[in-house]
């Protein structure tokens, strides 16, 4: 079942929105569309907005009706602008945007034509580029785990979340493809529980044992010493080592800190932002109330109660044991030793 793909000129996306109890996909032929889809979560997970949005702009150029480059570009700036607009927090919406710009700006000299073919291969080019990204993340952190291991993780860092594979997923399919007789603990992840509905579904089909908890029961867990390691993903790391990730991370940081519990993050480096400087600059998504008034369609709170619903929290540098990238693991990260990755 593949997340997303390319076919006729249009983008489809798996719709998320319905699964683990229906597969189907939601066929984008514009950018708007793909902004929509952004929006509403048919697509969601750091790596796989960014690939969409990749494909949404070459949507734009294909919808273009200029003649001139310089009115494409215009076109192709806006729809970026929109697409951006859609998920704040997760940075590979920004960095596949920026990506297929600068592919524009490389073939301006050339025709519209041209431009926008390029755009179509290098929307492939990102989605194949995440699939092997995340399988070189697996490769790496397989090390990082020893046969037997019972790993928690929160939210969904898998293929659904990436154009295939997977980050924190991908890490545990490869110590399972290893022989390793991992096992997981999924937390349901409120309140859109991707945990629940996503994680499971993805790992039970690949035949890794997993559990599904409530996300405050981690807390027990840890205590009665059944967590050998958590490993979640994230949606931007700023260049102090800092992370965003789903809401719900952070706790558990300060739970693997305190038993003594290793703290692993998986993530691409287009989840890096080194324009910021640490966790209190990176924008938080707050989410409809909804989302927390209703379970599926089902009213559970009174009228007009008052919500709050932040869609993501921040991991300081300190809690987190790795990091681990595409190009290797950065053990205990902090701002030297992100630097020291980039410069390479
Ligand atoms: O709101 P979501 O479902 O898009 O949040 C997803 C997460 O927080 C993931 O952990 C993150 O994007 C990394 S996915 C490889």
């Given at each position: 079942m593949k997340t997303l793909f390319w076919n006729e000129n249009k983008l489809y996306l798996l719709d998320q929105r319905k699964l683990p109890h229906e597969t189907s996909y939601v066929i984008c032929a514009?950018?708007?569309?793909?902004?929509?889809?952004?929006?509403?979560?048919?697509?969601?997970?750091?790596?796989?907005?960014?690939?969409?949005?990749?494909?949404?702009?070459?949507?734009?150029?294909?919808?273009?009706?200029?003649?001139?480059?310089?009115?494409?570009?215009?076109?192709?700036?806006?729809?970026?602008?929109?697409?951006?607009?859609?998920?704040?927090?997760?940075?590979?919406?920004?960095?596949?945007?920026?990506?297929m710009l600068a592919k524009a700006k490389q073939y301006s000299a050339e025709s519209v034509a041209v431009i926008t073919t390029q755009l179509i291969s290098e929307a492939e080019t990102i989605a194949a580029e995440d699939i092997k990204i995340n399988r070189s993340i697996g490769a790496h952190g397989a090390a990082l785990i020893d046969d037997g291991a019972r790993i928690l993780t929160l939210c969904n860092a898998g293929a659904l979340a990436t154009a295939g594979y997977g980050t924190a997923l991908g890490v545990i399919f490869a110590a399972h493809a290893k022989g390793h007789k991992v096992s997981v603990f999924a937390c349901e992840t409120r309140p859109y529980l991707q945990g629940a509905r996503l994680t499971t579904w993805e790992l039970s089909q690949a035949g890794v044992p997993v559990t599904l908890i409530v996300d405050n029961a981690a807390g027990l867990l840890f205590q009665r010493k059944m967590i050998d390691m958590v490993i979640v993903g994230a949606d931007r790391i700023v260049a102090n080592g800092d992370v965003a990730n789903k809401i719900g991370t952070y706790p558990l940081s300060v739970l693997a800190a305190e038993h003594g519990v290793p703290f692993y993050v998986a993530a691409p480096l287009s989840t890096f932002d080194l324009t910021l400087s640490s966790r209190e600059e990176i924008p938080i998504e707050e989410r409809s109330s909804r989302e927390i008034t209703h379970i599926a369609e089902v009213k559970i709170t009174g009228d007009e109660i008052s919500v709050y619903n932040p869609s993501f929290d921040l991991t300081p540098a300190e809690k987190i044991s790795a990091i681990i990238t595409e190009q290797g693991i950065i053990h205990r990260p902090d701002r030297g030793k992100i630097a020291e990755l980039f410069a390479k």
């Open positions: 514009d950018h708007r569309a793909v902004a929509a889809a952004i929006r509403n979560m048919v697509v969601r997970g750091a790596p796989a907005i960014g690939v969409a949005a990749a494909y949404g702009m070459a949507l734009a150029a294909m919808q273009n009706r200029s003649s001139s480059i310089a009115g494409l570009l215009a076109v192709l700036q806006s729809a970026g602008n929109e697409l951006t607009k859609t998920r704040p927090t997760a940075v590979n919406l920004r960095w596949a945007i920026e990506q």
